[in-house]
Nanobody, 120 residues
Framework: QVQLVESGGGLVQAGGSLRLSCAASGDTICISAMGWYRQAPGKERELVATITSGGRATYADSVKGRFAISTDNAKNTLYLQMNSLKPEDTAVYSC??????????????WGQGTQVTVSS
């Protein structure tokens, strides 16, 4: 079992910055990748950024050049630095961890989400 707890959301003006954190606990040794997803009201959940245990990061086109995903393995914490925020970035941001349970199976774990609101 892996537990994920996000923090760092809030209200910010357009052009501002926020840093989200996701603290992982439990059986973290099984984690092969982590990521941030977001869901705006009335919209489907979408991928924001992911990072593998080897440090390879990928980003949605809409956030490239503005957001940066990183990890602090010593603290078992995932971060999302969000710069040049836009009103369309407003959403509930959730942390995800992919846990390898066996050679053929994996499980996704999710945090409870943190609200990010960007005012124009």
């Amino acid at each position: 079992q892996v537990q994920l707890v996000e923090s760092g959301g809030g209200l910010v003006q357009a052009g501002g910055s926020l840093r989200l954190s996701c603290a992982a606990s439990g059986d973290t040794i099984c984690i092969s990748a982590m990521g941030w997803y977001r869901q705006a009201p009335g919209k489907e959940r979408e991928l924001v950024a992911t990072i593998t245990s080897g440090g390879r990061a990928t980003y949605a086109d809409s956030v490239k050049g503005r957001f940066a995903i990183s990890t602090d393995n010593a603290k078992n914490t995932l971060y999302l630095q969000m710069n040049s925020l836009k009103p369309e970035d407003t959403a509930v941001y959730s942390c995800n961890a992919v846990c390898i349970e066996s050679i053929a199976t994996s499980r996704d774990y999710w945090g409870q989400g943190t609200q990010v609101t960007v005012s124009s």
